[in-house]
């Protein structure tokens, strides 16, 4: 079993910035990809940053220019560092990893607790 451990959420002024992190622990052979999602109220999960086996980045078009994600491989640990945030960042920010659990076992999916970032002046 996989735990991812988020942390860095909260209460920001539009124009501010916010560094998520999200660790992740327990039976792990590889992780594909480690990232971000949010779901705002209303509205589907949606992808904001992620980065991929290669150090591959995807971000939303709605990010892109005001996020950066980066990956500590030895902590297992992945940052997102949001800039210039705006009140229509407002969400649950969940942490996702895609870990191989074992040699030539399928991938599967992990997902955090979810933490709240609120833009608001």
């Known amino acids: 079993q996989v735990q991812l451990v988020e942390s860095g959420g909260g209460l920001v002024q539009p124009g501010g910035s916010l560094r998520l992190s999200c660790a992740a622990s327990g039976s792990m052979f590889s992780i594909n990809a480690m990232g971000w999602y949010r779901q705002a109220p209303g509205k589907e999960r949606e992808l904001v940053a992620r980065i991929r086996t290669g150090g591959i980045k995807d971000f939303a078009d709605s990010v892109k220019g005001r996020v950066t994600i980066s990956r500590d491989n030895a902590k297992n640990t992945v940052y997102l560092q949001m800039n210039s945030l705006k009140p229509e960042d407002t969400a649950v920010y969940y942490c996702?990893?895609?870990?191989?659990?074992?040699?030539?076992?399928?991938?599967?999916?992990?997902w955090g607790q979810g933490t709240q970032v609120t833009v608001s002046s």
């Open positions: 996702n990893a895609e870990v191989v659990p074992g040699w030539l076992q399928e991938p599967k999916n992990y």
